[in-house]
């Protein structure tokens, strides 16, 4: 059975950074697009970042362009999400997914079949 486990959440001060990663298990990972979504309270889940299989290309959601980086590394089975220069707005829950690759970078829920159980990040300001 496909597992993702995120860590590296925490409590961070604005303008502060975090890198999340994201272990996965059970899957051929280098067959996966994967991706970072984000949800805080009251909110619908939202795109943050997708990186292709081979890592060739990245997408970023427009409120984390420029600030945050989508990485992955093949080898270890593992997607990486570095953020920096941290807001308040960007306290939420962050879930790694998996989806089948393909050449157009996914940014909506159902396009990704495998989840994992989320990492908190907050914020402080």
């Known amino acids: 059975q496909v597992q993702l486990v995120e860590s590296g959440g925490g409590v961070v001060q604005a303008g502060g950074s975090l890198r999340l990663s994201c272990a996965a298990s059970?899957?051929?990972?280098?067959?996966?697009?994967m991706a970072w979504f984000r949800q805080a309270p009251g909110k619908e889940r939202e795109f943050v970042a997708a990186?292709?299989?081979?890592?060739?290309?990245?997408y970023y959601g427009d409120s984390v362009k420029g600030r945050f980086t989508i990485s992955r590394d093949n080898a270890k089975n593992t997607v990486y999400l570095q953020m920096n220069s941290l807001k308040p707005e960007d306290t939420a829950i962050y879930y790694c997914?998996?989806?089948?690759?393909?050449?157009?970078?996914?940014?909506?829920?159902?396009?990704?079949?495998?989840w994992g159980q989320g990492t908190q990040v907050t914020v402080s300001s």
């Open positions: 997914a998996a989806g089948s690759r393909s050449i157009i970078l996914r940014v909506t829920t159902g396009a990704y079949n495998y």
């Open positions: 059970e899957m051929v990972f280098s067959n996966y697009n």
């Open positions: 990186i292709s299989w081979t890592a060739g290309r990245t």
